[in-house]
Nanobody, 116 residues
Framework: QVQLVESGGGLVQAGGSLRLSCRAPRMITSTFNPDDFSWYHQAPEKQRELVAT???????NYADSVKGRFIISRDNSRKTVYLQMNSLRPEDTGVYYC???????WGSGTLVTVAS
């Protein structure tokens, strides 16, 4: 059963923006709210890398490569985590995955392509 559903990917020109969403339709509020969520990026032929994390407290952490450009947020009432991606670069191209730490759920990913 799919626990996390990502969306929002697409083709964008360098310098553009996208907002990714990660919904957790099967998680109940009492399990979603205390969980920490992360976005990972997997570039073509490379390993998956952590991009950003938001804790249940809403504390956030970012990889150095996206600091100042990406913003992770969450809306517990919608059981959704977002990744606002600004000033996109060609090296941001790849599949973006959502992950829940406590439940260890993964989504199937959403593809972002940044054209130079």
């Amino acid at each position: 059963q799919v626990q996390l559903v990502e969306s929002g990917g697409g083709l964008v020109q360098a310098g553009g923006s996208l907002r990714l969403s990660c919904r957790a339709p099967r998680m109940i509020t009492s399990t979603f709210n205390p969980d920490d969520f992360s976005w990972y990026h997997q570039a073509p032929e490379k390993q998956r890398e952590l991009v950003a994390t938001i804790r249940s407290s809403c504390e956030t952490n970012y990889a150095d490569s996206v600091k100042g450009r990406f913003i992770i947020s969450r809306d517990n009432s919608r059981k959704t985590v977002y990744l606002q991606m600004n000033s996109l670069r060609p090296e941001d191209t790849g599949v973006y995955y959502c992950h829940s730490r406590l439940r260890d759920y993964w989504g199937s990913g959403t593809l972002v392509t940044v054209a130079s």
